[in-house]
């Protein structure tokens, strides 16, 4: 593993072993002293072309309990040569020698052109609609934490698909690790073809009984306007996630930030059947480390050994 | 002490413990290495939903000499479900295991409600118009480090007190250390009933050279506006702090940023009469000490030891 | 060396030093662990009146790599009272007691105002129209990692000069060193008498091939609503340094962010004979040594001995 673009591009293996480190740190995050000395020294870069508190200050602290050093840049992208100027700025912040480049970019692939471009391992914390593969890991790892392996359990995915790189990742990360995927919402926002990736589609709820799991999407405003819905009202009553429409059993995912009272009901995110908090602590444990294993452990830099026991972080 | 939320919630005998290792503090910071290991490895978040440049930067570099990992979210509260978005905001940062939260809202009981949330230190940066604690005690730090006790000393607060959470706590704060506290502006300026807390109202600075210490409150622009004062001219002429009104003996305070030539006059910023950098470096001594009692002291927490010396941080 | 100021405050040794201790911290930078403990437990802070993140991020990353811990302001000037509310908040941050304030203002001499107010040592990081001190060092730094000494080399500086602090400080450096420099641009984009500092001026590019390093300026677009120059295509048509124009042995240099196809060309930008990444790693290391020699180095402060082995960075 020398960068992480795509979920497409991992192994079954690969995820095992991300999610495996990934409960050592989260067990170091549960610590009084939440830090270890893995990248001291060490540079990360955090390049974010669209507004994230979220998955940017989750990088940010992630990087720091590693002991690296952050620079973070928050770019607005301009409105022409925007390959480009990406490539320059790129460019500039490469010649600091990072040990890592974690970049969020409106255009599909820009993590991809990254690579081409600089030494540095490339994290792609979203690009355009196209892939998050951070946010499907750390979905898993939340999962792992409450029950377990994925395999055999049947998830939903509901809710505007069609414009969602969280759907395009998670499904197939759950659909690599077993899971049977259902992906529900208005046929308007459900691409086309979808079913041969090997999900199932839905336009109702109405069978969302069978669901272990209901990861619910966020629902952009903007798709209002553009007349993907009809309205919110109309789209929250036939696709919220909320407490009349499931059973205490099946759990409910939401990758944040959530509108409440839209796609999901206020009932269902403070309950014990949502993991949503558990994605966000999940979230910090996973990027560490995904980090650790790209820079750690990865075959492409001069580090002979780890500098962390394995399993010992500390 | 789980939280800081609210100079009402203190005793005296906190504050003077919060004073006394305030002052260890300050002292750290006038040695070439201003840093003490105290909470290594532990988490603090800055939460911003007003600009802030003074209090949060004083925050964050206090955690950053106490060897904490910073997060600093800077939001801008958005016009709908203010409440509710807060609350969501808070525990996706909560799921961090923050040691603390440091939080500045525009709603007062916006900290007091994150209590309810959080497992984490909360500490009020300024609530609305209500408190503003940790100002308040830094105050006290930068007269104590100048004159001692302020036990029968004679304050004064001038300006907008309506408006002012730095008032609300410093009238609290220097009253309950046995000060004697008058505040002083125009009548639209001062609140109702405000006698009742034990302090003194005038509508002038006629008798002002009765005061030890005249804190000046910053006059919003905004005021004027709101038909609050007639013009910042007319307020200035009858209200600024400026040496002609003084004599030597008078210090002077103000909470920063100041405008000069409105509410304070330039001759007086600069004099040595004035404690405004005073103030500013005690600030940071103060929110260390605020940090230390609340993490490193707390009972809340699984640590039972100090990290750190008492007295003698290193 | 108390401050860093101007390029004109420095002797040729001075510089020297300079260049050497950051080929140190740029041997330093090729490492894995890029960091060292010289300014463990000092604060920088950096106060930025214009928007720029290459200088900041880079200043910052220095401090960081330098271990100090960093305090970033951003400020946006504003409009009225701009040199009093520079000093009331350069005073509220020198209450922190900073090693060092690194200063960009949109006003010729802010930095030198800041050294009558307060004792941290002040780095100038672009004042105005008139000098950018670090990135005329930079600039020497990469050269002399590419060419060795400049001594009886030629460089030409292209465009913009006018407005340039980058032009001022460069061409102050370069003829220090024992460059021959050239300036050429419109005659509207060439100060007045420039020609008393000792280069040559040219109003096209015909003779071009004489240089041994061409620096290109960045074109502002505002100039050309403000008619210094005829329409963009025009001044590129005359004053584009692209491959057309140079023969391969020559070096380019531009002090970014490059405007792609209107000062320089593609071609040129992504070349061998390109410094520009080089000019930003160099600026990494230069600002570390700046810092390094203004802090750890300077007789202005307590500190007896060096912190860090001289030659010998770890």
């Given at each position: 593993?020398?960068?992480?673009?795509s979920i497409e591009?991992?192994?079954?293996?690969?995820?095992?072993?991300?999610?495996?480190?990934?409960?050592?740190?989260?067990?170091?995050?549960?610590?009084?002293?939440?830090?270890?000395?893995?990248?001291?020294?060490?540079?990360?870069?955090?390049?974010?072309?669209?507004?994230?508190?979220?998955?940017?200050?989750?990088?940010?602290?992630?990087?720091?309990?590693?002991?690296?050093?952050?620079?973070?840049?928050?770019?607005?992208?301009?409105?022409?040569?925007?390959?480009?100027?990406?490539?320059?700025?790129?460019?500039?912040?490469?010649?600091?020698?990072?040990?890592?480049?974690?970049?969020?970019?409106?255009?599909a692939?820009?993590?991809?052109?990254?690579?081409?471009?600089?030494?540095?391992?490339?994290?792609?914390?979203g690009d355009g609609m196209r892939q998050h593969p951070?946010q499907a890991?750390?979905d898993?790892?939340?999962?792992?934490?409450?029950?377990?392996?994925?395999?055999?359990?049947?998830i939903w995915i509901v809710g505007d698909v069609l414009h969602s790189r969280v759907a395009r990742s998670n499904i197939q990360a759950f659909m690599?690790?077993?899971a049977?995927v259902t992906v529900a919402g208005p046929?308007?926002l459900i691409p086309r073809?979808i079913e041969?990736t090997g999900c199932q589609v839905r336009?109702?709820?109405?069978?969302?009984?069978?669901?272990?799991v209901v990861y619910s999407l966020r629902m952009q405003?903007?798709r209002?306007?553009?007349?993907f819905?009809?309205?919110?009202?109309?789209?929250?009553?036939?696709f919220?996630?909320?407490?009349?429409?499931?059973?205490?059993?099946?759990?409910?995912m939401h990758p944040g930030?959530?509108?409440?009272?839209?796609e999901?009901?206020?009932?269902?995110?403070?309950?014990?059947?949502?993991?949503?908090?558990?994605?966000?602590?999940?979230?910090?444990?996973?990027?560490?480390?995904?980090?650790?294993?790209?820079?750690?452990?990865?075959?492409?830099?001069?580090?002979?050994?780890?500098?962390?026991?394995?399993?010992?972080?500390?």
């Amino acid at each position: 593993m020398k960068h992480l673009l795509s979920i497409e591009d991992l192994t079954q293996d690969e995820i095992e072993g991300l999610l495996e480190r990934a409960e050592s740190f989260a067990e170091v995050s549960r610590r009084d002293i939440k830090k270890v000395p893995a990248l001291r020294g060490r540079t990360v870069v955090t390049l974010f072309y669209e507004a994230s508190t979220r998955t940017s200050s989750s990088f940010e602290l992630a990087a720091k309990r590693l002991s690296a050093d952050v620079v973070s840049v928050k770019a607005s992208g301009s409105s022409v040569d925007k390959g480009e100027s990406l490539k320059d700025t790129v460019e500039t912040l490469s010649a600091y020698d990072p040990a890592a480049i974690v970049i969020r970019h409106p255009h599909a692939g820009a993590a991809q052109m990254l690579t081409q471009w600089v030494d540095a391992a490339v994290v792609n914390a979203g690009d355009g609609m196209r892939q998050h593969p951070s946010q499907a890991l750390l979905d898993l790892l939340a999962l792992r934490q409450r029950i377990g392996s994925v395999e055999g359990k049947k998830i939903w995915i509901v809710g505007d698909v069609l414009h969602s790189r969280v759907a395009r990742s998670n499904i197939q990360a759950f659909m690599m690790m077993g899971a049977e995927v259902t992906v529900a919402g208005p046929p308007t926002l459900i691409p086309r073809r979808i079913e041969e990736t090997g999900c199932q589609v839905r336009h109702s709820l109405d069978e969302i009984e069978e669901a272990d799991v209901v990861y619910s999407l966020r629902m952009q405003r903007e798709r209002m306007k553009e007349s993907f819905v009809p309205s919110i009202r109309e789209y929250a009553r036939l696709f919220q996630i909320n407490s009349r429409r499931l059973n205490p059993r099946q759990l409910v995912m939401h990758p944040g930030p959530v509108n409440r009272g839209v796609e999901i009901g206020a009932d269902v995110i403070d309950s014990d059947r949502s993991l949503i908090s558990d994605q966000v602590s999940s979230g910090l444990a996973m990027r560490m480390a995904i980090l650790f294993e790209l820079l750690a452990h990865g075959d492409h830099r001069e580090t002979a050994e780890s500098p962390l026991p394995i399993g010992e972080p500390a």
